[in-house]
């Protein structure tokens, strides 16, 4: 029969055991084509590249949301259609292939980047006494269990220099505008931030703006934190900093000058808004600002319940 059909004999083996009948055992060939028909219309797939979700991905491509974050946070909040990154990159694909330009909305629309991580022997531009070296930070900072504990760094495009911080438990994204990276600058825009008194240690590498601060203004800074700098060259110890100054590149390109002015005040403040609403996959999509409101839930539940224990002590 194999040789009459042109088939391997093995075919009909499963042939027969997969639409045999569940009663009697016996093969009926038009039952095994009603079986065959039915899991084909189980196994047909509904395709999700329809001209409604690719408006939905145009959207949160503008609101510079990357594919995996947008399948991400649907799938965290559970509305509307959930698209793998997979499907949100076919959608994008086939837009192009019509000649559409979603594609030029991608973040990094495939570029590479590259670091060299081997380091440059000698030493760094910026002396530090013992207790600050990176190796010197305590447990509590590096396995990044608690808010407080920030990295910094500087941007630069032409004439204005962008102060950013990043907190390593929250992602909170801090963003200054400046007119140059002088230290004393520098060193007034960090006090400000101090003055929330909910920063507890600063992350940073060895670069020129910390040597030209007064050694009392770094001893003052000490005083009120700690401050740990980075080994000479290995910038990417601070790798929360470094990888949130690349999704900032989106806005302020590297190499592009950008004159001084006031406006770049707000502008920085209008884009640290965006970024702290921003999901984020090292947060489990979720955003800084959930992040922090969760964190300070959970710190308010804990204080209530040592009061109510402290309460339930004293009656007794």
């Known amino acids: 029969m194999a040789d009459d059909l042109g088939v391997h004999f093995s075919t009909l083996y499963r042939e027969i055991r997969r639409n045999r009948s569940a009663d009697d055992g016996e093969y009926d060939s038009f039952q095994a084509q009603e079986k065959a028909q039915s899991r084909k219309e189980i196994a047909r797939r509904v395709s999700l590249c329809t001209p409604e979700n690719e408006i939905l991905v145009m959207k949160q491509l503008e609101a ?8 991400g946070r649907a799938k965290l909040k559970g509305k509307g259609p959930t698209l793998s990154s997979s499907t949100i990159y076919k959608l994008i694909e086939k837009n192009r292939n019509r000649g559409g ?3 030029r909305k991608l973040p990094r629309q495939g570029r590479k980047y590259r670091r060299n991580r081997t380091g440059v022997p000698g030493k760094g531009k910026l002396k530090v006494r013992q207790g600050q070296e990176l190796e010197e930070r305590p447990p509590g900072i590096n396995d990044r269990s608690e808010p407080g504990h920030i990295e910094i760094d500087l941007m630069f495009s032409g004439e204005t220099v962008w102060l950013t911080s990043v907190d390593r438990f929250t992602r909170k994204l801090r963003l ?10 520098i060193a007034e825009a960090v006090y400000s931030w101090l003055e929330s008194g909910d920063i507890r240690s600063i992350t940073t590498d060895r670069g020129l703006e910390w040597s030209d601060l007064n050694p009392w203004v770094l001893d003052l800074l000490k005083s009120k934190l700690n401050l740990y700098f980075c080994r000479p060259y290995h910038s990417w110890e601070k790798g929360s900093i470094e990888n949130l100054n690349r999704l900032l590149r989106r806005y302020f390109p590297k190499g592009k000058n950008l004159p001084w002015s006031e406006n770049n005040r707000e502008e920085a403040q209008r884009i640290e808004e965006m970024m702290n609403r921003r999901p984020r996959r090292i947060l489990g ?3 800084p600002e959930e992040v922090e409101k969760e964190w300070n839930l959970t710190r308010r539940r804990a204080a209530w319940r040592e009061t109510m224990a402290g309460e339930a002590v004293k009656a007794a």
Do not use: F, I, N, Q
């Open 64 to 71: 510079d949301l990357s594919p995996d974050v947008m399948a």
């Open 101 to 103: 330009k979603m594609y």
């Open 176 to 185: 200054v505008a400046l007119p140059g990276k002088e230290g004393a600058p």
């Open 285 to 287: 999509y979720r955003t």
